[in-house]
């Protein structure tokens, strides 16, 4: 799978612009501001339905437009998929696939698979828990779609039960039976999203052991543990031994919602004991091992965009990633970089074609 040709209008900085790429590597060269990012941003959104690094679509139309539009050429296996996205300002967004237009996001999630690094990844290492769900949750998503469906479920349920209970402390209402109505909803998807969840750490783990391995060349042992309340009872236990706290508190305090990542070297969290080095290659080893376990499920290379690395690791490191990512395993590749000479010389170092674009502001 690659993109093939890329069009934007009123897209961030861009008014207009167009791109053909390389089947293989692709670097985006230019001043910071340039726009490299924006072009990595909009692959993304053809490939999630939106942006990576905003949660609100408007603020990627660009400065005094009322619109913006993403189209993009993919060939996938022996057939083209065009995807189109749209968004005018006060409307709802627009996502098509060969001119027919989505009737849910979500059903679009996972054809097109996508791997991207970037500086704001660091969050995995020292953000909160809801950094690392977001990681799980867009990982599994691209290879299972009815875990889409029970997650959208159980926070429409988690939603509605966090209403009633603030409702109820403002009315006095304690009718316990209106309040299991949700508990049930939750309990049935959150049993689904924790096995799926305890499937994906089991392949997972292994596959960050080895990438971290490979970067670092060091003995250091990763790991990734799950943290979940389910561990211990199902959610309905849960849900009626703490009901009297969740009254009192006005939300629910127990559920899949409150899962977590531990991020471990030599069994202790690396947001503690690692250096930057080591937090560095951790978020990468994740990221690559999040690849690999999608091109084993989904069957196809996922597309990888790699925003702004080699000022984050040293020259070792980024010698070892260029060769990994060099194999046949690995597909199209997307890098972005402020120095054109920079970026030549590490792929020239490694015997790899490289098609460089250049982006002025």
Not at 47 to 73: M, P, T
Not at 76 to 92: A, N
Not at 264 to 291: C, E, H, M, T, W
Request: glycine share 4%; proline share 2%.
């Amino acid at each position: 799978m690659h993109l093939q040709k890329l069009t934007l209008f009123n897209f961030k900085n861009y008014p207009e612009a167009e791109f053909e790429f390389s089947d293989q590597a692709n670097a985006l060269t230019g001043l910071n501001g340039s726009g490299k990012t924006n072009i990595l941003d909009a692959i993304h959104y053809l490939c999630l339905s939106k942006s990576y690094f905003q949660s609100a679509d408007n603020i990627s139309i660009r400065h005094g437009e009322a619109f913006f539009s993403i189209n993009g050429v993919f060939k996938l296996d022996d057939r083209t998929e065009e995807i189109f996205v749209g968004l005018k300002s006060g409307q709802k967004k627009i996502l098509r696939r060969n001119y027919k237009e989505y009737q849910k996001l979500g059903d679009h999630i996972g054809l097109l698979p996508i791997v991207i690094v970037a500086p704001i990844d660091q969050e995995l290492i020292i953000g909160g828990s809801e950094d690392r769900r977001k990681l799980m949750d867009s990982i599994i998503c691209q290879y299972d779609h009815p875990y889409l469906d029970n997650l959208m479920n159980y926070n429409r349920a988690l939603q509605q039960r966090n209403a009633f209970l603030k409702q109820a402390a403002k009315t006095g209402i304690d009718d316990i039976s209106l309040l299991q109505i949700w508990d049930e909803r939750l309990t049935h998807y959150a049993a689904k999203i924790y096995e799926a969840r305890q499937q994906f750490i089991e392949r997972f783990i292994p596959l960050v052991n080895k990438f971290y391995a490979y970067l670092t060349q060091e003995k250091e042992i990763v790991s990734v543990r799950y943290d979940s309340q389910l561990h211990d009872d199902n959610l309905g236990v849960l849900l009626e031994k703490n009901a009297h706290r969740d009254r009192i508190l006005q939300y629910t305090t127990s559920g899949t919602h409150k899962d977590d990542l531990e991020l471990l070297l030599n069994d202790y969290p690396v947001k503690r004991i690692g250096s930057q080095g080591q937090q560095k290659s951790f978020v990468l080893a994740i990221k690559l091992a999040q690849f690999d376990l999608m091109r084993q499920t989904k069957n196809v290379k996922p597309i990888l965009l790699l925003d702004d690395i080699f000022d984050k690791l040293d020259l070792n490191r980024i010698t070892r990633l260029m060769e990994l990512v060099n194999q046949d395993t690995f597909g199209q590749i997307f890098i972005t970089d402020t120095q054109e000479k920079h970026i030549k010389n590490v792929f020239e170092s490694i015997n790899t074609p490289l098609k460089i674009f250049n982006c002025i502001s």
